[in-house]
Structures are given as structure tokens and as C-alpha cells.
């Protein structure tokens, strides 16, 4: 049987470069048209590669399934996940990208603009307001940036802020959390385990916990307030993920909320930082603070 992480879409691309010559035309035949493939009888796919049909059950034996059965359920489980990335179409030189970029950006933020629960982000803007420790978790790419850039926003508000994305980091800091403690964890799918068990055991400790993330994910109910976020990826797999304005934008309207509930108190703190820069940068004023 094979392996549980097994890459079977990996494996047929091995074989079709460098497999036997009748096991390179099934593999090919496969990733030519892999829906196809999970669906076809032995007859048509054993025509469409122009093999045996006997050979076509040995191939899925040799891949380390039981037989063909088998090998249509784990071919159809990869395309379910990651089809668009099997055959991509190809690039168009006629292509417009900085429009397909910043449509992909606008559409994500007012996607998020629309579905704000203005209520609840002036919950979550109280809470991590009125912390005495707020903690920003996020896993992967997009995520881990959101967290690192709330860290960023927050610390200028005269707040205590710190990000992680490490997992047995956010477990260990999660750990020494109290009724003191805000989190806000970041996640797009909702469903990184290192990060759900970080918040579960953060709310263990009375911290209060925020979660920006698919709604109805494993994150979302672990979380005591979940500000909720879903972006189409869309079809296209040479443009970057457009999600990740739209977390930019949630971590945004979150810091101004917050910026204006505490005041002028975070206005001096950010005039501190403006001040600083004048000393050591030309044209500071029209800087961005920070920057």
C-alpha cells in the first residue's frame, strides 16, 4: 500500500521521464488528462495509453496500490487539492499583469470590506486594546507575515506586541497566558493544528482569543471570536495568492480601530517614532511612519 503522504502526481512525472517505455505512456496518459484517468475503465485508459489492459493494472501494483481502485482514489484525493497545478495553461504573452495583480488585490479587500462584522472588530479592537500582552501567531506564508505585521502595528500604539510562527513557539508562549493575554492567530485554511492547539491552550489559561480565519474551520472554533475570512484563489497558478491583501487589509482595520479607541496616547507614541526619523532622514515628514 502506498504511503499515506505519498505524491503520486510526483511519481507519474518520474515515470514518464524516466520509467520503462510502456510504463511512460500510461504515466503520460494519466497526466495528460488525470480526471480522465480517475474516472475511465481499464479498457478506455488501457486504449487512451495504448498499452495492455494488464499493464495498466501491474502499473498501479508498481506504484504500490492494490490495484487500479486504489490508485483512482488517490489520484482523485491530489487533483481535489492541487488539480489546477497538474497541467497549468500556459502563459500569455498578451497578458496585462499589473492589472491581473491589482484586480486580484481589489477584489480581496472588498471582499473583506463587505463581510466586516463591524461589531465584532470593535470587539476584538477592545480586546487587544486593553491587553496587557498581546500575542500575533501565524503559520505558512501569508499568515506569517499578517502576525509579523501586527506586531509592527501595534508596538508604535504603545502596546506590548509580539509575533510568532514558529508552532512550539506559539504553544509555549500560549502557555504562559493569562486573563491578561489577547491572541490573535492568523490562518487562511483554518485547519494548521500546531496553531488551533496554541489558541485552545492560550484559552485554557483565560487568555482572550482572536482568530482571523475560514469560517467553520477547526481555528474558528477554537477561537472566542473569530473575525471571519475566505478569498477564491481563482484559476490562474502564475498569479501570486490575492488572499494576502486581504489579511493586510483585516490586520489594518484592525490597528485603526484600535489606534482610535486608545487615542491620543498612541498619537504620542507614533509622534516619538516621527520624531526619531526626522533626526536621521532626509524628507521625513512624507516618509511613512517607520519606514
Known amino acids: 500500500m502506498a504511503a499515506p503522504h505519498f505524491d503520486i502526481v510526483a511519481r507519474l512525472r518520474d515515470i514518464a521521464d524516466t520509467g520503462q517505455r510502456s510504463d511512460q505512456r500510461v504515466a503520460a496518459a494519466i497526466l495528460a488528462d488525470a480526471d480522465f484517468a480517475t474516472h475511465a475503465s481499464i479498457e478506455l485508459l488501457a486504449e487512451k495509453a495504448g498499452v495492455s489492459e494488464p499493464t495498466i493494472t501491474r ?163 477554537a477561537a472566542q471570536l473569530v473575525l471571519p475570512l475566505s478569498i477564491d484563489e481563482g484559476t490562474n497558478v502564475y498569479r501570486p495568492s490575492p488572499a494576502r491583501y486581504a489579511l493586510l487589509a483585516m490586520t489594518d482595520m484592525l490597528a485603526m480601530t484600535i489606534a482610535e479607541r486608545i487615542g491620543a496616547p498612541a498619537v504620542e507614541r507614533m509622534r516619538r517614532i516621527k520624531n526619531l526619523q526626522g533626526l536621521h532622514k532626509t524628507g521625513a515628514p512624507n516618509l511613512p511612519l517607520g519606514d
Open 59 to 221: 502499473f498501479c501494483r508498481m506504484l504500490g496500490f492494490e490495484g487500479t481502485r486504489e490508485f483512482k482514489v488517490k489520484l482523485a484525493q491530489s487533483l481535489a487539492v492541487a488539480g489546477r497545478f497538474i497541467v497549468a495553461a500556459p502563459a500569455h504573452k498578451d497578458n496585462d499583469i499589473p492589472t491581473i495583480i491589482s484586480s486580484g488585490a481589489l477584489d480581496a479587500i472588498g471582499h473583506v470590506i463587505q463581510r466586516i462584522d463591524r461589531t465584532d472588530l470593535e470587539r476584538a479592537a477592545a480586546i487587544v486594546a486593553d491587553a496587557g500582552m498581546i500575542r500575533a501567531y501565524g503559520s505558512g506564508g501569508a499568515s506569517s507575515m499578517a502576525a509579523t505585521e501586527l506586531e509592527n502595528r501595534l508596538f508604535r500604539l504603545g502596546l506590548r506586541a509580539s509575533s510568532s510562527i514558529d508552532g512550539e513557539m506559539q504553544q509555549m508562549t500560549a502557555a504562559t497566558s493569562n486573563k491578561e493575554t489577547a491572541i490573535v492567530a492568523y490562518s487562511l485554511s483554518g485547519e494548521v493544528r500546531p496553531l488551533i492547539e496554541a489558541v485552545t491552550i492560550a484559552g485554557r489559561y483565560g487568555a482572550k482569543t482572536i482568530a482571523i480565519t475560514a469560517p467553520g474551520s477547526s481555528l474558528a472554533a
